[in-house]
């Protein structure tokens, strides 16, 4: 219930203002860091030995995220600080998840730090044995320097990090669902940005006029369709499973969020919805053929890019329409973590504290990668810098309100996302009522069976 | 195969009488099990790359084994194969898609093959040139093709579509439609894989006698009936050769559909193949992908070994 709180406020784009936006990083200031304190060098401090492992070589099976490209130029300033040489590998997610398990499995020493989306394989990896909790490295005093301020990052940002009580990695990529939308197409219909579910369906409407626009577009494949899907379903009410661990996506809240997602593209979606995954649904967007699309604040660097898309300057950002059941839309993050075969993990720590420390997130967050930490989102130069304070304060309060991941928290969690997926493609083809919940009864059987068969105790 | 050695015996008995009497007496190794000896290094190959791995995959596939965890594989006899046949929906489905691509993909490359074959076939000039980028498609990268025609059957951006739509027709879901996904990927497979196709009965037909023609004229049968009467009996076992080589790739079709649909949408293009691959390497059910792997090895062992009956029935005949 705490997490409705954040929307209660805000109701849509109109509040979405500077004010509104310096506003809530004050608050957000208020309830944590103390603000202008930020360190502007790692070294500063003196107490902490930050060349304990001088000497040392680390390996790292990182992906080519934002983050990761843009933290790779200051690699030469974490090895001159700790004398740690670090062998930073950059692969797409999918391939390095292969290159993961495969070195996992085979109990590879040389693997020290993998990235690790928590809501992806967080479970997986941890149950697996594969992961080092870093709970110990963050309450030994010893092994963080002073300035390391863990409630500095937003709490519900922090919460996705954790899996059976245990803390896998610490949030540093930042991507929360909002809704984004065309400012110059609403403003010419007269739609106000759509607030609750209900007003997008109209907004929707109003909007299409294919084939030109479309009303709205957003992932539709097997795969990638629960991604978005998520953000309905928790807004109607529902979850992947509910707090026995049952599967849950054949229930009232769930069916309804389903036949409303299932409706919304049908009518207003562009054709073959069902083929689009993010890069595809995001460049019907960036195409101008879409007024509307409910996913990542991180398309902004798409949106905003003249090479990819022809609507730079005309995108608004704005909080996810809020639905019966309040507004807790998903987010997501991934960060670095410590394999359990390394013969290194104190040194790969280093890395991490390293990274996650406040001038080193103050550095991306300028470098337009949203930190997790309030005290980059806080700091003079950003609030100087940023030019769409809705779009921040969209991200920040987001961040602050809701903890629920896009996936469902199960071991196989590929597996048990294309089987809701399937469910939601029969939607997305027109099944509605009864036949669809015996489709997502069947699902929920097999996930069932899924779960049974993948998480033996 | 009792035949086979002895004869390889037979032959090099000669050499060893040839050789100075010193060697002979001491009967080298070499000397005494040529036959052994000499397809050994093949031997192990085949035993390394192909006999193993089989072998491995068939104890596999009597496990329970969740590769994405710590658990060790458990064997649990047949229990994969009963679950395969009495409680599995996906896999009939699985097979009936599969069969169904194959027999669209293959059945139009046959027939657009041995259309354009018999236009090769024909003098005219240029004829080299247009063999050889005639062959073009089949020589391009399955995954590359697959990416170009991914943009061609865009629904809303694709050209596809946009020609069908100054053409006056109406766009299409091609690739997002469950019931037009399998014709759709069947049309990529064609458009790569016709001039083999075609290339192959090019060959068969260059290679006929001529007499049955020239006969045939002299009985003044029309082009039709030599066709029909002639033309195709004689080509026969080409067609069923380059039948064979579709029909095993097409059966295990992976490459494009992987890289065009994922399977999708839904599983409306989930072949055997796919789903097999996603089951073990996807979701990490490594022993029962393995039942499933074995099921295609077996899938396509009995199409080919009926399409092989069909080729030496119509030699009988």
């Known amino acids: 219930m705490k997490e409705d709180t954040g929307m209660a406020t805000p109701s849509g784009a109109s509040h979405c203002t500077r004010r509104g936006f310096l506003r809530a990083i004050g608050r957000a200031g208020a309830a944590g860091l103390l603000a202008g304190s930020v360190p502007t060098r790692v070294g500063a401090t003196a107490d902490f030995n930050w060349r304990k492992h001088a000497g040392t070589t680390l390996r790292f099976l990182g992906w080519n995220d934002l983050w990761s490209m843009t933290m790779d130029k200051k690699v030469p300033e974490f090895e001159k600080l700790t004398g740690i040489k670090l062998h930073w590998e950059h692969l797409p997610q999918e391939p390095n998840r292969q290159k993961a398990q495969t070195e996992l499995t085979a109990k590879n020493k040389d693997l020290d730090l993998l990235w690790v989306a928590p809501h992806v394989e967080g479970v997986k990896y941890l149950r697996a044995g594969w992961l080092v909790p870093l709970d110990e490295y963050l309450s030994n005093a010893s092994l963080v320097p002073p300035d390391f301020d863990v409630t500095d990052f937003a709490p519900g940002f922090w919460q996705t990090c954790r899996i059976d009580g245990k803390q896998v990695t610490m949030p540093t990529l930042v991507e929360v669902a909002c809704l984004i939308y065309r400012k110059d197409l609403l403003e010419a219909k007269g739609v106000k940005v759509p607030t609750t579910l209900e007003e997008l369906e109209a907004a929707a409407a109003k909007l299409h006029e294919p084939p030109g626009v479309y009303g709205i577009v957003n992932r539709g494949t097997v795969a990638q369709a629960p991604v978005t899907w998520s953000s309905y379903l928790y807004n109607f009410g529902g979850s992947y499973l509910d707090r026995e661990r049952k599967c849950a996506i054949d229930r009232s809240e769930a069916l309804q969020a389903t036949e409303y997602y299932g409706r919304l593209h049908r009518q207003y979606g562009p054709p073959g919805m069902t083929s689009l995954n993010w890069p595809e649904a995001s460049s019907v967007f960036a195409q101008g053929r879409a007024a509307v699309e409910t996913d990542t604040n991180g398309f902004r660097n798409i949106?905003?890019?003249?090479?990819?898309?022809?609507?730079?300057?005309?995108?608004?950002?704005?909080?996810?329409?809020?639905?019966?059941?309040?507004?807790t839309p998903g987010v997501w993050t991934a960060g670095p973590s410590i394999s359990t075969y390394s013969e290194k993990k104190e040194a790969a720590w280093y890395f991490i504290i390293w990274a996650l420390n406040g001038p080193s997130q103050l550095y991306t967050h300028l470098s337009?990668?949203?930190?997790?930490?309030?005290?980059?989102?806080?700091?003079?130069?950003?609030?100087?810098?940023?030019?769409?304070?809705?779009?921040?304060?969209?991200?920040?309060?987001?961040?602050?309100?809701?903890?629920?991941?896009y996936s469902p928290e199960v071991v196989a969690v590929g597996e048990v996302r294309n089987r809701v997926g399937e469910v939601i493609v029969k939607a997305l083809e027109g099944l509605t009522g009864d036949r669809l919940k015996a489709e997502a009864d069947k699902a929920c059987k097999d996930i069932q069976r899924i779960m049974a068969r993948t998480e033996k105790t | 195969m009792r035949r086979g050695p002895a004869a390889v015996g037979a032959r090099a008995r000669p050499a060893a009488v040839l050789r100075p009497a010193t060697r002979a007496g001491r009967g080298g190794l070499l000397d005494r099990y040529p036959h052994l000896i000499f397809p050994a290094p093949s031997v192990a190959a085949l035993l390394a790359v192909m006999v193993f791995p089989s072998l491995f995959n068939l104890y596999i596939s009597l496990t329970e084994w969740f590769a994405a965890s710590a658990a060790r594989p458990e064997f649990v006899g047949l229990a994969n194969y009963v679950r395969l046949v009495t409680e599995d929906?996906?896999?009939?489905?699985?097979?009936?898609?599969?069969?169904?691509?194959?027999?669209?993909?293959?059945?139009?490359?046959?027939?657009?093959?041995?259309?354009?074959?018999l236009v090769l076939h024909r003098e005219f000039r240029g004829q080299a040139l247009v063999r050889s980028a005639f062959l073009l498609p089949t020589m391009a990268t399955?995954?590359?093709?697959?990416?170009?025609?991914?943009?061609?059957?865009?629904?809303?951006?694709?050209?596809?579509?946009?020609?069908?739509?100054?053409?006056?027709l109406a766009p299409q879901e091609w690739l997002a439609r469950s019931q037009l996904v399998i014709p759709s990927l069947a049309l990529v497979d064609t458009w790569q894989y016709t001039p083999f196709v075609a290339l192959v009965l090019v060959a068969g037909l260059a290679a006929m006698p001529l007499e049955p023609f020239e006969s045939a004229r002299v009985d003044g049968a029309g082009p039709w009936q030599v066709f029909w009467y002639i033309?195709?009996?004689?080509?026969?076992?080409?067609?069923?050769v380059a039948a064979l080589f579709r029909v095993i790739d097409s059966l295990k079709v992976f490459d494009t559909i992987y890289v065009m649909t994922q399977g999708g949408p839904g599983r409306a293009s989930e072949t055997l193949n796919l789903y097999a691959f996603r089951t073990a390497f996807e979701y990490f059910h490594v022993g029962y992908g393995a039942s499933l792997s074995l099921s295609l090895v077996l899938l396509v062992f009995l199409v080919s070994a009926a399409l092989v009956r069909l080729r030496r029935a119509g030699e009988s005949g």
């Open chain 1, 303 to 327: 949106f905003d890019d003249p090479q990819k898309s022809k609507v730079v300057g005309k995108v608004g950002y704005a909080f996810f329409p809020r639905g019966p059941a309040g507004n």
């Open chain 1, 368 to 405: 337009g990668v949203a930190a997790s930490r309030r005290s980059a989102w806080q700091s003079p130069a950003y609030r100087e810098k940023e030019k769409d304070p809705a779009w921040a304060e969209v991200t920040l309060k987001t961040m602050e309100m809701s903890s629920r991941g």
């Open chain 2, 89 to 117: 929906e996906v896999f009939p489905a699985a097979i009936g898609r599969t069969l169904y691509f194959t027999l669209l993909a293959v059945g139009s490359q046959i027939l657009l093959g041995l259309g354009i074959a």
């Open chain 2, 142 to 168: 399955p995954t590359a093709i697959a990416l170009v025609w991914v943009l061609i059957y865009h629904p809303t951006l694709g050209v596809l579509n946009y020609t069908l739509t100054v053409v006056g």
């Open chain 2, 231 to 240: 033309t195709l009996p004689l080509l026969r076992p080409t067609l069923v």
